[in-house]
Structure formats: structure tokens, C-alpha cells
């Protein structure tokens, strides 16, 4: 297996056994339907079989990644309980002693409550704590209407407060805690992350580029091993990646198949990180690749995985007279229409 530096290793579809006429159809769709991607990176056994990119986007091009932060604070809490500072099942009010006013609830709600989504909230309160003057003190006035660990409720709060016990154990922001065991392992130069209250907000606000997102995934894929270094332990990263609790109410049809920790299970199998706008790295153990993708979409864009990247793997290299650079390119160059209609439509979060 293959690690990148500031980059992957570039691999031909014969090279990395993929069948590239499903890659060729993968474009086709996207232009056919005209999906406002961004970026699009498939790695392969470490080594890139393509990106692609949008006008003005490209390496280094760093965007907003939405709920795909989750799943960063996720690992953070991986490395502080492999350390030994923290157990999963450790009740969270013991890492805020300043909390004196709380609903009774909240002596029963755990590190692993948090990680799950299942708090027993069943209000969307993250923008309350966006405009309070202490929004920790503001967590811990919001209702729990079921039991802690009983049922799923896709919470941001959950998140930021994960942020806050790594802040309150380790002395630093999220952010810069990361610094050391991820970011610079990784060689991803240090990127923004939005703050609330003085703490990394967690749940979103993460930028980085596509590519970075893919050394994140291919971490994951290697079970927390970087360059022969342990980044955090298999045992940690198989459980967050695994189901834990069903999602069958989930609102998305995609998303009713389970959740880890901070980590969505796919209906196709493995997990994938997922943002607003359909931003996703999706991990697949079994024919060990990563796909990332940025963009600007209310559509379904996990259909590309399920359609045509796992297909192509299945299929392996067959000879075919396809160039797939033409292709790509062409993707970036009929992005410019769709990114002008983009500017015209898109909400400013």
C-alpha cells in the first residue's frame, strides 16, 4: 500500500485493475445531469487513478467541508482515549465542573452518546449556541427527550461539545491538537477552522482541499497506520467506522443505514464521511480505494460510487480505446456554466 507525500502517486486505470469505460460513464453523467462538483479524487491502493476539477478549484484549493469535520473530532477523541486521557463510556459532565446549573439528564449522557448522536435531543438547537454569550452553559440547557444511548438524532451540538472536552483535557483548540498527530503527519498544511465560544466548532467549519480529504480516508482505510506510524489505534478507528446505532429515520434514504462514530455506514457497504451539499469521502476496505468529492449539490452524488467506481473495481482492466484525460478535461471546462449558475443560487452559511 502506498502513501502520498503533498501528493498521491498517479496509477493508469490497467495499473490500478479498473475498468475505465465506467469511469469515462461516470463523466458522462456528471455532464448529462450537470452536477456542480468541484473536485473529485479516486485513490486506489494508494496511488491516483484521477482527480478532477472545476474552474478555480484544484490542489491546495481548500473549501468549506460541513459535517465532514465530524468525523476529524471523531479521530482527535480516538487519539486522546488511546493516550489514556478519556474512556468512551466516562459521563461528560465530568469535564465540565463549571456547569452547576443542568438538566438531570445530562449526569447520565457519556463521551460514546455523543460520538453515536444519540444525546436523547430531539431539537436542532446548534444556532442558539451561535448567539449565546456561553454556549456551553447553552448545551447543557437544551431538552433530552429520550434516554441517553436509546435513540439517534443528528446533532451538532454533540460534536462541539466533543471539541470542548478536547480542549478541556489537552489545554488547545481542536484545531491545533490536531496539528502534530494529523495534520503534519498527514502533510497537510494546517487549515481553518471555524470557532465558537472559543472553542473549534466540531461539527463544521473544517476547510480543506479534496486531496486532503483523501489522505484522511486513505488514514482511515489503513486502520490508522501512516507511513508505517500509528496515527491512532485500528481498534478505535474499526469501531467508529462500524455501525453502532440504526438510523432508519434518518431523512435521506442513503442515510438509514447506521452510523459509528461521527461516521455514516453505507448501503453499499464501508463508511463514508458526509457534508452538506453532498461533500463525501467514501472508504471501501474491500477493493481498498477512497473517493472524495466536493461541490455545490442538493442531488445524490453517492449513486457515482455505487454506479460506476465500485463497478469498475468489480470489472477490473479491460483494453478499451477510451483516454479518460479528455474526459476530465472536459469536465473543467464545461464547469463554468454550472459555477455561474452556483454564484446565483448559493447560500451563504
Known amino acids: 500500500m502506498n502513501f502520498p507525500h ?53 490542489p491546495g484549493v481548500a473549501e ?24 468512551l463510556d466516562d459521563r461528560i459532565l465530568k469535564y465540565f465542573p463549571e456547569i452547576r446549573n443542568h438538566l438531570p439528564a445530562y449526569g447520565q449522557m457519556t463521551i460514546r452518546h455523543l460520538l453515536t448522536m444519540t444525546t436523547g435531543h430531539r431539537e436542532w438547537a446548534y444556532e442558539t449556541l451561535l448567539e449565546a454569550k456561553d454556549p456551553i452553559q447553552a448545551c447543557f440547557q437544551i431538552p433530552v427527550v429520550d434516554e441517553p444511548g436509546t435513540k439517534f438524532f443528528y446533532d451538532n451540538v454533540a460534536s462541539y461539545l466533543l471539541s470542548a472536552i478536547t480542549t478541556k483535557l489537552t489545554g488547545m483548540a481542536l484545531n491545533d ?62 469501531e467508529a467506522t462500524s455501525f453502532q446505532v440504526p438510523t432508519v429515520d434518518a431523512g435521506g434514504p442513503r442515510d438509514r443505514y447506521g452510523y459509528g462514530f461521527q461516521f455514516w455506514i453505507n448501503d453499499f457497504g464501508d463508511f463514508r464521511l ?15 480505494f477512497v473517493f472524495a468529492i466536493q461541490g455545490y449539490e442538493e442531488r445524490e452524488l453517492l449513486d457515482l460510487v455505487s454506479s460506476y467506481i465500485l463497478p469498475s473495481c468489480r470489472k477490473g482492466w479491460l483494453y478499451d480505446n477510451f483516454t479518460l484525460r479528455n474526459y476530465i478535461a472536459r469536465f473543467h471546462e464545461e464547469s463554468v456554466s454550472i459555477l455561474e449558475k452556483e454564484k446565483q443560487n448559493r447560500v451563504v452559511w
Open 6 to 58: 503533498s501528493d498521491f502517486e498517479k496509477a493508469s486505470c490497467r495499473d490500478a485493475n479498473v475498468e475505465k469505460g465506467l469511469l469515462v460513464d461516470l463523466f458522462d453523467k456528471i455532464k448529462d445531469d450537470r452536477l456542480d462538483i468541484h473536485s473529485i479524487v479516486f485513490v486506489k491502493d494508494g496511488n491516483k487513478v484521477f482527480d478532477a476539477y472545476a474552474k478555480g478549484f484544484g
Open 64 to 87: 468549506e467541508t460541513y459535517s465532514c469535520s465530524k468525523s476529524f473530532t471523531s479521530i482527535a477523541i480516538g487519539i486522546l482515549a488511546d493516550r489514556g486521557m478519556l474512556s
Open 177 to 238: 491538537f490536531l496539528e502534530i498527530p494529523l495534520w503534519n503527519k498527514l502533510e497537510i498544511a494546517k487549515p481553518v477552522w471555524k470557532t465558537v465560544g472559543g472553542y473549534t466548532a466540531g461539527a463544521t467549519g473544517l476547510r480543506l482541499d479534496a486531496i486532503s480529504l483523501a489522505k484522511f480516508g486513505h488514514l482511515l482505510l489503513n486502520d490508522g497506520v501512516w507511513r508505517g506510524e500509528r496515527i491512532v489505534s485500528a481498534g478505535y478507528v474499526r
Open 274 to 288: 458526509a457534508g452538506m451539499y453532498k461533500q463525501y469521502v467514501v472508504v471501501n476496505r474491500e477493493y481498498k
